[in-house]
């Protein structure tokens, strides 16, 4: 009986190790499968570098010409998507927040649809730029960053908060990952 016995402690200390094995190939085809499929939604605020260069001041100009606004907006927000973007689903809730936020700190709210063919300074929506007393920069850039670009990472909700403390970031954000939809 004692061979039998031993027989069996072997045999189980091979399905063991087999075990081990599948578990490990299982482990790395999941990571790997994970890696690909987050590179997939992060994508680049500015991939071909528009903002590179620019004044805050030009910035604001620019984007005001392009979207036909008037140069002179004092304390706005001006909300940027393109309706066909898939991220708006996604930071619906936060882009939501952001503008009462903002129409509780007597901010005026404008929102701007992007045409299907955009080619100009904006490089992906959604989009902010959020303008002082002044008209002048306070910040322009995503929302937020990250995977789901939701409340938790939320850039501008930080900006507008110290903003509100009397600190104005005049921030151009273009070097962020998230979940963006660039313009041509």
Known sequence: MLPTLNNSITHNAKATKYHYGVICIWLIFTIFTASYFIRDRLTLFDPQEKLTNLTQRMLVKNILEELNL??????TLINIIDEGCRCNL???????DVKRNAINNNMTVINITLPARFNGIIPS???????DHNSALIYFGPYSEGLACG???????????????????????????GCYCNTL
């Open 70 to 75: 008037p140069k002179h907006l004092p304390n």
């Open 125 to 131: 929506t959604p989009s902010v730029l959020a303008l």
């Open 151 to 177: 409340k938790g990472e939320g850039i501008i909700d930080l900006v507008l908060s110290n903003y509100k403390k009397g600190f104005n970031a005049q921030l151009i954000m273009a070097n962020s990952e």
């Open 90 to 96: 996604i930071s619906r809730d936060h882009l939501a």
